[in-house]
T-cell receptor, first 111, second 113 residues
Framework: SAVISQKPSRDICQRGTSLTIQCQVD?????MFWYRQQPGQSLTLIAT?????????ESGFVIDKFPISRPNLTFSTLTVSNMSPEDSSIYLC????????FGQGTRLTVV | DQQVKQNSPSLSVQEGRISILNCDYT??????FLWYKKYPAEGPTFLIS?????DKNEDGRFTVFLNKSAKHLSLHIVPSQPGDSAVYFC????????????FGQGTRLTINP
């Protein structure tokens, strides 16, 4: 298994600002994933973060809105840019071994 | 287009009885399936998984059954305990292992004493 630390655990942000979420894994992993869980909804994959290359975004998500960094095999960041109330969600990072393990999530509220 | 569906948003079960959570999928390319448990303010916790080459996998009180022809899987918890009260998500992957996961909407399980 892997231990994944994610911060901040929650934040309240003004619309138009940006927030960077950090994700640290306790072991080296090839791929890390960023998910979003909107209120009352399921988890939706935003992008796959690979070390040494640009992130791969799922349909409906773009790099300008959700830039991702992956500087090494244990760390990744997701930025939510130019936020609006519709971005209020829980953002989760995960790493994949045989099973995917998740961080505790970042609960973002945009006002 | 919801490729993984959990049609029951909630389920209430008496302590000690069996809890059965259901999940349906539409994508024939899915070959690996997982169940996660989620408490409020925490990330999903992996429970149990099954590969498409199997039809059953058991781990303690948890058993997952896969019916490929019906594109259906279920999670059985027996006996159910109060600590099992949580939201349960079914997830599927089209690649070996848990790569990009597609999640169902979740089922809120409540175990009554």
């Amino acid at each position: 298994s892997a231990v994944i630390s994610q911060k901040p655990s929650r934040d309240i942000c003004q619309r138009g600002t940006s927030l960077t979420i950090q994700c640290q894994v306790d072991s080296q992993v090839t791929m890390m994933f960023w998910y979003r869980q909107q209120p009352g909804q399921s988890l939706t994959l935003i992008a796959t973060a690979n070390q040494g290359s640009e992130a791969t975004y799922e349909s409906g998500f773009v790099i300008d809105k959700f830039p991702i960094s992956r500087p090494n095999l244990t760390f990744s960041t997701l930025t939510v840019s130019n936020m609006s109330p519709e971005d209020s969600s829980i953002y989760l990072c995960s790493s994949s071994h045989t099973e995917a393990f998740f961080g505790q999530g970042t609960r973002l509220t945009v006002v | 287009d919801q490729q993984v569906k959990q049609n029951s948003p909630s389920l209430s079960v008496q302590e000690g009885r069996i809890s059965i959570l259901n999940c349906d999928y539409t994508n024939s390319m899915f070959d690996y399936f997982l169940w996660y448990k989620k408490y409020p303010a925490e990330g999903p916790t992996f429970l149990i998984s099954i590969s498409s080459i199997k039809d059953k996998n058991e781990d303690g009180r948890f058993t997952v059954f896969l019916n490929k022809s019906a594109k259906h899987l279920s999670l059985h918890i027996v006996p159910s305990q109060p600590g099992d009260s949580a939201v349960y998500f079914c997830a599927a992957s089209a690649k070996s292992g848990a790569q990009k996961l597609v999640f169902g909407q979740g089922t809120r399980l409540t175990i009554n004493p």
